[in-house]
């Protein structure tokens, strides 16, 4: 993709362009680790120990950047950490009726120390090659990523490619600092051709697949993300495609299925909650959620099932309990909640079991304005007593704070708690009468 100078002038003056940072990731890892990232999230929710089946996946970008004034460095790695505050390129940005100085006497270190005063000046009085790299030493060594750029654009200009590559391969600071923006204007073809000339075969995968992002049409998209799975990227990246390129595949197949059992009108589930957005191109969390919402009954066999894409996409048993749990409960189905955490040993005995803890599901529930009847029921099962009362208390569940106080034979706390329900309700006969039993032996 070729870059008129208009272009590049828009480069400098508008907002849509970013300044560097160390900190940022590349935008395109992000969105391919999104799911991921979600994964990652869920210990937001989940405090046991027990983190084994939740993945933390980290990026760390290569540093570019520079600088916008020397001070007192110590060395060119203190220079290079911060973004540039302000920008300057050549021909670019000057006033009408500025006064321009044509003096041909300037040097190349004379230039630069004028670019970083922030003055404009012309550059193509530089026409050999060694004045141009001479230009761009000098640039380097005041440490200003924004001069560093603006020389880069006018040798980016008058300069072959092969010939820009050549020189720029030995001169790995002014390198990342081209890489950097042409990712920032969006040069895809330019940019390739440099990882290609540089052999830098993973960032060339790269690239290429960035290019998925600009195809909105689904099937397109789908095809081309076919196109990157045999290309050289590391072993966990090359995962991450085939999964990229295998959700987009179901994701199609189920939104052209529920568009129609939708339009179609036949199927109580989208009466009842029509869909308010496309499936297509969402991340795995999201269409894991949709699934459970809209076809949890479904068999393993479809591609639409929740328990399918489970397997599929090896989601940890934490994230779909959470991701099930979450869905069910919006629809207040709770048959499907417990079914959810009753397993069943070898001999047939059944029993609650929750991945995620069940004073998250208590907390989820409650959040989703499950009836008292239920909350009690899972606040029942939470183990640490302290956290079973606290919850009992936070949410109102009377009878299962009246049980503990009576299980632990706390006369003291039953007595405060009998302030805190209602004058005359059952409640508070329920309290009453274990007050004034004979047959428990109240430890105060």
């Known amino acids: 993709m070729s870059r008129t100078k208009g272009d590049e002038e828009e480069y400098w003056h508008s907002s849509k362009f970013k300044a560097f940072t160390f900190d940022d990731e590349d935008d395109e890892l992000s969105q391919l680790k999104e799911s991921k990232r979600a994964v990652n999230s869920l210990r937001d929710f989940v405090d046991d120990d027990d983190d084994d089946d939740l993945e933390r996946v980290s990026w760390s970008g290569e540093p570019v950047?520079?600088?916008?004034?020397?001070?007192s460095f110590q060395s060119l790695s203190d220079a290079l950490s911060d973004p540039p505050a302000k920008s300057?390129?050549?021909?670019?940005?000057?006033?009408?009726?500025?006064?321009?100085?044509?003096?041909?006497?300037?040097?190349?270190s004379d230039t630069v120390r004028r670019l970083h005063k922030g003055k404009v000046c012309s550059l193509e009085r530089f026409r050999s090659l060694q004045d141009k790299l001479h230009l761009l030493e000098e640039a380097v060594s005041m440490?200003?990523?924004?001069?560093?750029?603006?020389?880069?654009?006018f040798l980016k200009r008058t300069l072959s490619k092969e010939i820009l590559f050549r020189e720029l391969e030995v001169r790995q600071v002014a390198l990342r600092h081209l890489i950097?923006?042409?990712?920032e204007i969006g040069d895809q073809k330019l940019l390739l051709d440099l990882f290609r000339f540089l052999d830098r075969t993973e960032e060339l995968a790269l690239s290429h697949y960035r290019e998925h992002l600009s195809i909105?049409?689904?099937?397109?998209?789908?095809?081309?993300?076919?196109?990157?799975?045999?290309?050289?990227?590391?072993?966990?990246d090359s995962a991450h495609i085939k999964d990229h390129y295998t959700l987009l595949e179901r994701q199609i197949i189920i939104?052209?299925?529920?568009?129609?059992?939708?339009?179609?009108?036949?199927?109580e589930i989208f009466r009842k909650h029509p869909r308010k957005a496309s499936i297509l191109n969402m991340p795995l969390v999201t269409t894991l959620f949709y699934s459970c919402f809209y076809?949890?009954?479904?068999?393993?066999?479809?591609?639409?099932?929740?328990?399918?894409?489970?397997?599929?996409?090896?989601?940890?048993d934490k994230q779909y309990v959470l991701t099930a749990l979450a869905a069910r409960a919006k629809l207040r189905a709770w048959h499907d909640i417990d079914a959810l955490f009753t397993t069943k040993n070898w001999l047939g005995y059944t029993k609650k079991r929750a991945p995620i803890g069940f004073h998250r599901v208590v907390e989820i529930l409650h959040k989703n304005n499950a009836p008292v009847q239920v909350l009690q029921e899972y606040i029942n099962l939470v183990e640490d007593v302290d956290t079973k009362l606290n919850l009992a208390t936070k949410f109102k569940c009377h009878d299962v704070v009246i049980d503990t106080c009576r299980e632990l034979k706390d006369r003291q706390q039953l007595v405060a708690y009998r302030s805190k329900v209602d004058k005359g309700s059952a409640e508070e006969q329920k309290i009453e009468a274990i007050l004034s039993s004979t047959q428990i032996r109240w430890k105060n």
Not at 65 to 71: I, W
Not at 257 to 262: K, Q
Request: proline residues 8%.
């Open 88 to 108: 300057y390129a050549p021909e670019l940005g000057r006033p009408k009726g500025e006064y321009r100085d044509y003096s041909n006497d300037w040097s190349p």
């Open 295 to 316: 076809h949890y009954t479904e068999a393993e066999g479809t591609f639409s099932s929740p328990v399918n894409l489970k397997k599929t996409f090896k989601i940890p």
């Open 65 to 71: 950047g520079s600088r916008t004034r020397p001070g």
């Open 216 to 236: 909105q049409d689904p099937d397109k998209r789908k095809e081309f993300l076919k196109t990157c799975i045999g290309l050289p990227f590391s072993a966990e």
């Open 143 to 153: 440490h200003d990523g924004n001069v560093i750029t603006a020389v880069l654009i």
């Open 255 to 267: 939104e052209a299925n529920d568009r129609h059992l939708e339009s179609a009108g036949q199927t």
């Open 180 to 183: 950097h923006y042409l990712k």
